[in-house]
T-cell receptor, first 112, second 112 residues
Framework: GIQVEQSPPDLILQEGANSTLRCNFS?????LQWFHQNPWGQLINLFY???GTKQNGRLSATTVATERYSLLYISSSQTTDSGVYFC??????????????FGQGTILTVHP | GAVVSQHPSRVICKSGTSVKIECRSL??????MFWYRQFPKQSLMLMAT?????????EQGVEKDKFLINHASLTLSTLTVTSAHPEDSSFYIC????????FGSGTRLTVV
């Protein structure tokens, strides 16, 4: 099945700093999402981005499907950005259709 | 976007009892829902795929008799942890997709 690897595993920032999180995936996938898990466990969808670039406020994401990686950019970080960031992918077809495979996550801590 | 509701958010039960967790798709119909388990400081692991009107599909290593799944309607899937033991204590999360995946807020189960 699909393997998803995230880096770095931990990231500590000072408020206002920028950061880049990376997600590598093993197979050609057609679907990829980035999530933020808040301290209460809720998974918030940040981007559905199988390819290309998207932006939403201070966050943006780029997926280069042909090279099997995706990047999440956080600019001007705030303490509320703290939490765990997951990328997850799933194939379009086959027996694993619809089954998300999660990376191990990046734990982000933003200090004031 | 799609909204998934999950209840209860937190439950404490005694060993040997059963606990039911509900997952609802609020603004869309979901023929398929997914149940995940998350241990502290770890990623999400898919437990089973819930199929409306048919049997659930369990991932390897997941005991189907312990984790009973029922998907009786297009908007409701339930996970029942039967004869719960302390090792079943965990964070359980459901999801469904209407385009991108959406997740419930999770259920923190503590078995004492």
């Amino acid at each position: 099945g699909i393997q998803v690897e995230q880096s770095p595993p931990d990231l500590i920032l000072q408020e206002g700093a920028n950061s880049t999180l990376r997600c590598n995936f093993s197979d050609s996938v057609n679907n990829l999402q980035w999530f933020h898990q808040n301290p209460w466990g809720q998974l918030i969808n940040l981007f559905y981005i199988p390819s290309g670039t998207k932006q939403n406020g201070r966050l943006s994401a780029t997926t280069v499907a042909t090279e099997r990686y995706s990047l999440l950019y956080i600019s001007s970080s705030q303490t509320t950005d703290s939490g765990v960031y997951f990328c997850a992918s799933w194939p379009v077809g086959g027996t694993s259709y619809g089954k998300l495979t999660f990376g191990q996550g990046t734990i982000l801590t933003v200090h004031p | 976007g799609a909204v998934v509701s999950q209840h209860p958010s937190r439950v404490i039960c005694k060993s040997g009892t059963s606990v039911k967790i509900e997952c609802r798709s609020l603004d869309f119909q979901a023929t398929t829902m997914f149940w995940y388990r998350q241990f502290p400081k770890q990623s999400l692991m898919l437990m089973a795929t819930s199929n409306e009107g048919s049997k659930a599909t369990y991932e390897q290593g997941v005991e189907k008799d312990k984790f009973l799944i029922n998907h009786a309607s297009l908007t409701l899937s339930t996970l029942t942890v039967t004869s719960a033991h302390p090792e079943d204590s965990s964070f359980y999360i459901c999801s469904a997709r209407d385009g991108p995946f959406a997740f419930g807020s999770g259920t923190r189960l503590t078995v004492v």
